[in-house]
């Protein structure tokens, strides 16, 4: 079946550093792919998405490529902020049926100032 | 507009008991998801609804059964609790019919099952 696989965390970074998360999935058909973070004691918030090859998500300075050839959606920012500190979730969507959604394990990122 | 809300926030159950969680659609979506998400791990899809039908289902037992209402609020019952259900729900709107809609979710049930 589909299934996402994440870099392993935690991930600490200094305030100011750039940020990769990798995410590279499985999957049988054309998936949707997302990034959602989760905040402590939140629910999930989408961060982004993009929904077929080649196409570039971006919100709040976090951007991410679906990549077809390498089945991956690298989770990338140029300058993390404390306030960046969370939980991200690469997730998959497939076109077809329930549309569920279908998440990596987590990558918790700490940003120390 | 008005967002993903559930209830409760927080639940204490013991085993053998049953719970029922609620979720309210955010405005203008017709479908629910639920998922649960063990400590430490992504989330796990239970199951789907849609016109107030099961819609797509993950791979939890039927003692893990829903419900959606006309106004597509949603309620998960979970009967025969064990100590393994002790995680996070998460209830999760979209608006069916629309392509690559994303889901949008509540900030969760954390259940724990004493």
Avoid at chain 1, 16 to 25: S, V
Avoid at chain 2, 6 to 31: D, E, Y
Avoid at chain 2, 33 to 57: C, D, H, T
């Amino acid at each position: 079946g589909d299934s996402v696989t994440q870099m392993e965390g935690p991930v600490t970074l200094s305030e100011e550093a750039f940020l990769t998360i990798n995410c590279t999935y499985t999957a049988t058909g054309y998936p949707s792919l997302f990034w959602y973070v989760q905040y402590p004691g939140e629910g999930l918030q989408l961060l982004l998405k993009a929904t077929k090859a080649d196409d570039k998500g971006s919100n709040k300075g976090f951007e991410a490529t679906y990549r077809k050839e390498t089945t991956s959606f690298h989770l990338e920012k140029g300058s993390v902020q404390v306030s960046d500190s969370a939980v991200y979730f690469c997730a998959l969507s497939d076109s077809q049926g329930a549309q569920k959604l279908v998440f990596g394990q987590g990558t918790r990122l700490t940003i120390n100032p | 507009e008005t967002g993903v809300t559930q209830s409760p926030t927080h639940l204490i159950k013991t085993r053998g008991q049953q719970v029922t969680l609620r979720c309210s659609s955010q405005s203008g979506h017709n479908t629910v998801s639920w998922y649960q998400q063990a400590l430490g791990q992504g989330p796990q899809f239970i199951f789907q609804y849609y016109r107030e039908e099961e819609n797509g289902r993950g791979n939890f037992p039927p003692r893990f059964s829903g419900l959606q209402f006309p106004n597509y609020s949603s309620e998960l019952n979970v009967n025969a609790l064990e100590l393994d259900d002790s995680a996070l729900y998460l209830c999760a709107s979209s608006k069916q019919g629309v392509t690559n809609q994303p889901q949008h979710f509540g900030d969760g049930t954390r259940l724990s099952i004493l």
